[in-house]
C-alpha cells in the first residue's frame, strides 16, 4: 500500500509534503478542508487526535510531525537527507529540530489564539473587553519569547544556509519551515528568515508539495516569475 498524508489545507503536513517530494517518495495525499480553525470531525476517524498531520502506510498511522519525519527518513531515506553525527552540526541539528514544535510553536498559536481566534468568536459586545485583555496577555507573555527566539534565528540564519550548517535541509529543516512561515505572515520575521524562506519554498520539491497539496495559505512564492 502507498503511504498516504492526511493533508489539512494550511498546516503543519505541508512541511511532510515538502519532505516526500525531497525524497521522491511515492504517496498519496488525502485533503481535509478546515472548519472553522481546526481539523474537520473526519480526522478523528484516521486517528483519535484528530489533528494534523497524520499519515498512514500500510498497518501503520502516525500522528505528530516530528514522528512522522523520523518514520520516513527511517524507512524511505536510503541516505539521501544529510544526519549530522558530531559537532556544532549536531547541536544544532537537535536544538532547532525539537524546538520547532516544543517552544516556538505553541508561542506563536498561544499569541494567536489571544489576538485572533479568540476575540473573533466573542460576542460583538464583548469583544472590545476581551481583545484588549488578551491583547496584554499577549504583549506580556508571548511577544518578548518569541522576539527573543526570532533574533536568535535571524542571527543563526545571518550565517547558514540551512539549520544544520550544511548544504541541503535536514530534519531541522522541515521542523522549522512552518513556524516561520507563520511568523512572516504575521509580519514577525526578519530579512534572514525571509531569505531563508524563499530558500526553501523555491526549490523544485518544495513547488512539487504545493501543487500535491492544493493552494497554501503560506506559500510567499505564488506568482512568482
Not at 5 to 14: F, G
Not at 46 to 59: A, E, F, M, Q
Not at 110 to 132: A, L, M, S
Not at 156 to 182: C, Q, R
Amino acid at each position: 500500500m502507498v503511504l498516504t498524508v492526511h493533508h489539512l489545507v494550511a498546516s503543519r503536513s505541508q512541511r511532510i509534503l515538502w519532505l516526500l517530494e525531497e525524497l521522491e517518495v511515492p504517496y498519496e495525499v488525502k485533503i481535509y478542508e478546515r472548519v472553522g480553525w481546526g481539523a474537520p470531525p473526519s480526522f478523528k476517524a484516521v486517528h483519535p487526535l484528530g489533528k494534523s498531520p497524520i499519515i498512514t502506510d500500510g498497518d501503520l498511522t502516525l500522528p505528530e510531525s516530528g514522528a512522522i519525519i523520523d518514520y520516513i527518513i527511517r524507512k524511505y531515506g536510503k541516505g539521501r537527507i544529510e544526519l549530522p553525527s558530531e559537532g556544532k552540526a549536531l547541536t544544532d541539528e537537535l536544538y532547532y529540530s525539537h524546538s520547532a514544535e516544543a517552544s516556538l510553536m505553541p508561542l506563536i498559536v498561544n499569541k494567536f489564539f489571544c489576538t485572533r481566534i479568540i476575540p473573533g468568536q466573542t460576542r460583538e459586545e464583548e469583544r472590545p473587553v476581551v481583545t484588549d485583555v488578551l491583547g496584554k496577555v499577549a504583549q506580556t507573555l508571548y511577544e518578548p519569547p518569541i522576539k527573543l527566539r526570532v533574533a536568535l534565528i535571524d542571527e543563526h540564519l545571518s550565517k547558514n544556509k540551512w539549520f544544520a550548517g550544511g548544504e541541503g535541509p535536514t530534519v531541522a529543516d522541515y521542523m522549522m519551515i512552518f513556524p516561520l512561515e507563520l511568523l512572516r505572515q504575521s509580519g514577525s520575521s526578519t530579512p534572514n528568515i525571509d531569505a531563508y524562506i524563499d530558500r526553501a519554498q523555491t526549490r523544485p520539491a518544495y513547488r512539487r508539495a504545493i501543487a500535491r497539496g492544493g493552494p497554501y495559505l503560506y506559500d510567499f512564492q505564488k506568482g512568482a516569475k
